[in-house]
């Protein structure tokens, strides 16, 4: 019979998992013992628990489900700041403690604070997650199919604490499914009410924008937003946050909406809409430039995960159910299709390489399919200003904004869709946070890595005290550093100081099958429009 570690390993392969990521411990040795043993997951070891989680949590964007393992304690606390993020971001990241044994209250065991009280690390991941469970012996297969069905219903973490004897006790539920109910109608006739409400709003309209956000993609919704737009026949633009939701090339697509600082396009598009189509949204200050977005409700239908808005008015209806009831409604409406007659605008390459020229290239080379992955910093701002390639979309963390983030995200987006070759761009402060990962990259995937070399925190330059000396970090040699993590490993490098050197050494970069670093130098003052648009709306300017 199989252990419940051995069921959990089945339950995560069945809901999409094949890899795992985490850090070994004492706690935890049995647990992945057993784990491993089915060969069904295979085991990504990060130097620490941080970078995993980051790992998991982007390839949890792509297959849907994803898993870090720590140990109890010193591992767990070490990955809280990255399944916070899950939380904050929609994400299904399921976090599992290898913890000690049953029946060991009281003792002073090692990482613990030495007062006898196992449960406080448990009690501090029921603030960023949906669910979590410490199993014991009283049926924890039943326990674990509980929490793995709110990560995939709510599209949050969860959190597993499974003792040492817990984890290689025998599975009773060994022919058991996860079930996760299909939401519905909750029974006070919110459905027809929220249709009748959309109805009425888009009766009295001659326009329309659709606003799309991060949950069309985290809900694999594509194929029905896009439906949706097809119904509506009015332009439609992408949050930073959701710009996976449609190609660039749809002849709908009005661009990359931040509020006043996005596209003039789409910025236009928006403003003389007489409906706001906000599906899956979000409009949190990093992608509504400050607060800077039209915020209207008594013309806006809105779709969350769970519920939906018509002028304010809130209904209990979830995300896909209202996809549906909306894309019906919109293909019976005469809307007037007034799509901006303007150019998309971008950065344009000049004889130096700066942030506008690096820009300018990655928008010509990036390929078709592939993903872009940035931090929050100036690269997460360069990225909102370009064009993306059919199929390509934008790996980032714009709500929880933890820097370093990108990084392991680019392990994690590679061994979940190993056809889509990621390409990151990262600065040198975000990088230094989380560089260990480098080593995973260089021996496993195929990524394009470009080291934004700015002399520290840009971003924070940008906003304020451009000259402080907080905002400074180490010089590091990067093409160098690489290849310390990595010894004995085939990969590239290059150090590009103009834009033909970075347009060819890019060629050549994903003409090849090895993992490549890019050490581009920039000045430390020198940031995207879109960065400069924010800083200007943060001082008044």
């Known amino acids: ?86 939380y904050a971001e929609n994400v299904p990241l399921v976090q599992i403690t290898g913890a000690p044994a049953t029946g060991r209250d009281g003792l002073l065991l090692h990482h613990t604070l030495g007062d006898g009280d196992l449960g406080r690390f448990a009690r501090a991941y029921g603030e960023v997650t949906a669910a ?63 249709r009748q409400a959309a109805r009425e709003l888009l009766d009295g309209a001659h326009s329309a924008a659709v606003i799309a956000g991060h949950l069309v993609e985290r809900t694999r919704s594509r194929d029905a937003f896009r439906a949706l737009v097809a119904a509506a026949d009015s332009p439609v633009v992408t949050l930073t946050s959701g710009r996976g939701a449609i190609d660039a090339d749809h002849p709908l697509f009005a661009g990359v909406y931040v509020g006043e600082i996005g ?13 706001l189509l906000e599906i899956g949204t979000l409009m949190s200050d990093a992608v509504t430039g400050v607060f800077s977005h039209r915020d209207d409700p008594a013309h806006t239908v809105h779709l969350g995960l769970r519920t939906a808005r018509v002028a304010g008015q809130e209904f209990a209806v979830p995300f896909a159910t209202g996809l549906s009831v909306l894309t ?60 993306l390639p059919p199929g390509v979309d934008v790996v980032a963390q714009p709500l929880w904004s933890s820097i370093g983030y990108a990084l392991p995200a680019t392990l994690g987006c590679a061994l979940a869709a190993p056809g889509r070759r990621p390409v990151l761009v990262i600065g040198d402060g975000a990088a230094q946070m989380t560089v260990q990962e480098l080593g995973n990259l260089a021996r496993r995937t195929d990524a394009v890595v ?26 590091w040699d990067w093409t160098a550093l690489v290849r310390a993590f990595a010894p004995g490993v085939d990969l590239r490098t290059g150090s590009p100081t103009t834009p033909a050197e970075l347009d060819a050494e890019l060629v050549e970069a994903l003409a090849d099958d090895r993992m490549t670093l890019l050490h581009v130098r920039l000045d430390a003052l020198d940031v995207p429009a879109g960065l400069q648009g924010l800083a200007d709306r943060v001082h008044g300017r």
Not at 345 to 374: F, H, K, M, N
Request: hydrophobic share 45%; proline share 6%; glycine share 10%.
């Open 132 to 194: 979590g469970a410490v199993l014991t012996h009283e049926d924890p297969c039943a326990r674990i199919d509980e929490v793995l069905a709110v990560a995939l219903r709510e599209l949050r973490p969860v959190y597993l604490a499974i003792p040492a004897d817990v984890a290689l006790a025998p599975a009773e539920r060994h022919g058991a499914t996860t079930v996760v109910p299909t939401p519905s109608d909750d029974g006070r006739g919110s459905v027809p009410r929220f």
């Open 328 to 387: 019906a409604l919109l293909a019976d409406t005469a809307l007037h299709r007034e799509l901006p007659d303007l150019p998309p605008g971008g950065p344009v390459a000049g004889e130096t390489l700066d942030q506008d020229a690096l820009w300018a290239v990655l928008e010509r080379r990036l390929p078709a399919g592939s993903r872009l992955v940035t931090d929050i910093g100036t690269t997460f701002w360069g990225a909102a200003g370009i064009t």
């Open 263 to 275: 596209a003039k396009r789409a910025v236009l598009a928006v403003e003389t809409a007489d409906v």
């Open 450 to 475: 470009v080291v934004v070399d700015n002399s520290g925190y840009t971003i924070e330059r940008a906003l304020q005290s451009p000259q402080a000396v907080y905002n400074d970090v180490a010089s």
């Open 1 to 86: 019979m199989p252990t419940v570690a051995q069921y959990l390993a089945h339950r995560l392969h069945a809901l999409g998992a094949r890899h795992l990521f985490g850090v070994p411990g004492d706690f935890s040795l049995s647990l992945l013992d057993s784990v491993l043993e089915t060969g069904l997951l295979e085991w990504v070891g990060s130097p620490n628990e941080l970078n995993a989680g980051y790992a998991a949590d982007a390839y949890a964007r792509t297959r849907g489900i994803g898993a870090v393992v720590t140990t109890f304690g010193v591992g767990e606390l070490s990955a809280i700041d990255a399944v916070a993020g899950a």
